[in-house]
């Protein structure tokens, strides 16, 4: 696949990326002084203690340590591996991300380009069809869609026909082989030439992205006919798993988005906007994936699944309820509407009107309760058995879900359903607790790296480099020089990193800090990061490492000098004056210093 991706780029995407607009967007940021802070979205708190400094580029929780750069925001907020973090961010800067070795993963955007226009233009030409079909128009009034919501959504008429897109789109061999890329049309099995249209006599639904490209359609067939749903197939644009109908329409009707309702057809979701309730969306003839959730509670933080009362509505239900479990923490809201039998949401709000379905909404199942409330129907908890069905039912669901509050909150009811303690019930259900937060974020040891705290000479002047990049220049000559000469693997890791602020002075924290991912040492970095700086003022902090840096030789050379004269003592004795040395080098010693 492919290869990774350089560092010099990660570097400028830190440069460019705002730590501030990222979370911004997930989380609401109030500004205080230089930094802003909100409540934490990592763990459950009233007052706020969740900060995010511009000036680092760096967030931190002082409730339950979580910390970290934008990209670490992502991995965490969003649970992405890194690549897809920095192919996220990178999405927002409009780069594209380039990897040792190969080109980048996604195609440039300029081969893409004629496709999205092609898709545009034959999104009129099906608009217009429409205006031209009166028995298209009648169905489409049939079905309740005004003119105005068929304008909005650009929902179309592909004619009867095997080759009218051919006749107004496929003039040239390239115009053909555009056409067949985006699936619209199909090539003929063998033994004849040529190709034929995929959709015919049917309403089409532009299926669109973000940004309001139209990357597929979706037809339905208008009267009888099989299948009743045809989609494009997947192709370079468009991915299945990925997309929600509806979210482009969504995001232009409302300001304020605070809930998305997920449908399981367009129909619905066009339906529903008409009605009023602007913030449905529908999947593809796909269930939810995870990769859905990521994208919708980037927007928002509450999502309700609708479903039919019906068998095949439970069904689905409860396969949705698995593919989202991974998404499920706190600060996020995943609901589950069952609709009376026989209805759907099409049909319901044209008869009860949005006021009332929205009252519905209100009436949804939290995850926790449906999943509890389904496992019931398996598993009968008047007796042990049923209990022990139960559990075993409820571990693979619970393992799919994070450690963390949300997780904690859930096994609390599972465990009052069971009528037994939630420590019980973790014994049971083999799920390690929840971590604290101390031992959450301080991590066994990391080589090089000096664990003794912040007093410690080393711990001091790796984090004010950390935190004042710029102080690496006031480091003198000689001091460079001398840190050469000792071989201590904290010390190592100080040197690389003054060398390399000299070299290439990191804009701010989260650049050094994303230089050093892929070390070991990474992790205690960044809870040095973490830590507060020492100082505040940069102008301070040249003088700080200067000085720090001074006494850690000190101590080094010291250190040096006592094990040269215990080792003379054992070999051959010491003179008065070096005993007197070795004396008031262990008493020096004693006091503190680097190790
Ligand atoms: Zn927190």
Request: glycine share 8%; aromatic share 8%; charged share 25%.
């Amino acid at each position: 696949m492919s290869g990774r991706i350089p560092q010099a780029f990660i570097d400028e995407l830190i440069a460019r990326a705002d730590i501030v607009e990222i979370i911004g967007s997930r989380v609401a940021l109030k500004k205080a002084g230089r930094e802003y802070k909100a409540c934490c979205p990592f763990h459950n708190e009233k007052t706020p203690s969740f900060w995010v400094s511009p000036d680092k580029q760096f967030y931190h929780c002082f409730g339950c340590g979580a910390h970290g750069t934008a990209l670490g925001f992502l991995m965490q907020y969003d649970q992405l591996p890194f690549p897809e973090a920095v192919e996220d961010l990178a999405g927002r800067y409009g780069l594209s991300v380039p990897h040792e070795g190969g080109s980048s993963v996604r195609a440039p955007v300029d081969d893409m380009a004629p496709l999205y226009d092609l898709l545009g233009r034959v999104a009129e030409f099906y608009a217009a069809s429409l205006k031209a079909s009166t028995r298209a128009r009648h169905y489409a009034a049939g079905r309740g869609l005004t003119d105005e919501t068929m304008a909005q959504f650009q929902i179309g008429y592909a004619p009867d026909a095997w080759d009218e897109l051919m006749r107004h789109f496929g003039g040239s061999s390239e115009q053909r082989r555009q056409l067949a890329a985006t699936g619209l049309i199909i090539e003929r099995s063998s033994g004849s030439e040529g190709y034929y249209d995929r959709f015919r006599d049917r309403l089409m639904f532009p299926i669109r992205d973000t940004r309001g490209r139209v990357i597929a359609f979706g037809g339905r067939v208008i009267d009888q006919g099989e299948p009743k749903y045809l989609n494009s197939p997947e192709t370079a644009l468009f991915q299945k798993g990925r997309e929600l109908y509806g979210l482009y329409e969504t995001r232009r009707a409302r300001q304020a988005l605070k809930r998305l309702l997920v449908v399981e057809g367009y129909m619905d979701a066009v339906r529903l906007h008409q009605a009023g309730i602007t913030y449905a969306v529908a999947t593809l003839g796909t269930a939810t994936t995870p990769e859905h959730l990521r994208r919708a509670f980037r927007l928002v933080s509450e999502i309700v699944f609708c479903f039919d009362g019906d068998r095949a509505g439970r069904g689905a239900a409860w396969r949705a309820l698995q593919n989202v479990l991974s998404q499920a923490r706190e600060g996020r809201e995943i609901r589950f509407l069952f609709l009376p039998e026989g209805e759907d949401p099409d049909s319901l709000v044209g008869v009860e009107g949005s006021r009332a379905f929205e009252a519905r909404l209100q009436e949804a199942l939290p995850l926790s309760e449906y999943l509890i409330a389904h496992l019931r129907t398996e598993a009968d908890l008047s007796h042990a058995d049923g209990k022990a069905h139960f559990v075993a039912l409820a571990r693979p669901l619970i393992e799919k879900i994070a450690p963390g509050v949300y997780r904690d909150l859930l096994l609390e009811r599972i465990a009052q359903a069971l009528g037994t303690s939630i420590e019980r019930l973790q014994q049971w259900l083999k799920v390690e607790p929840t971590p604290e937060r101390a031992a959450a974020s301080s991590p066994s040891a990391v080589s090089g790296v000096d664990r003794g705290g912040r007093g410690s000479l080393l711990t001091q002047a790796i984090s004010l480099l950390l935190h004042h990049p710029g102080a690496a220049a006031a480091v003198t000559e000689r001091q460079r020089q001398a840190l050469l000469g000792i071989s201590h693997a904290g010390i190592a890791v100080l040197r690389e990193l003054l060398e390399e602020q000299r070299a290439q002075p990191a804009r701010s924290m989260a650049q050094t800090l994303e230089r050093w991912r892929d070390r070991p040492e990474y992790r205690r970095l960044n809870e040095l990061a973490a830590s507060e700086p020492l100082v505040s003022e940069p102008s301070a902090a040249g003088r700080e490492l200067v000085q720090a840096v001074e006494r850690l030789l000190d101590v080094q050379l010291r250190g040096g000098r006592l094990e040269v004269l215990i080792e003379k003592a054992r070999r051959e004795g010491l003179s008065d004056s070096e005993k007197q040395e070795l004396q008031a080098l262990t008493s020096s010693q004693s006091r503190g210093g680097a190790r």
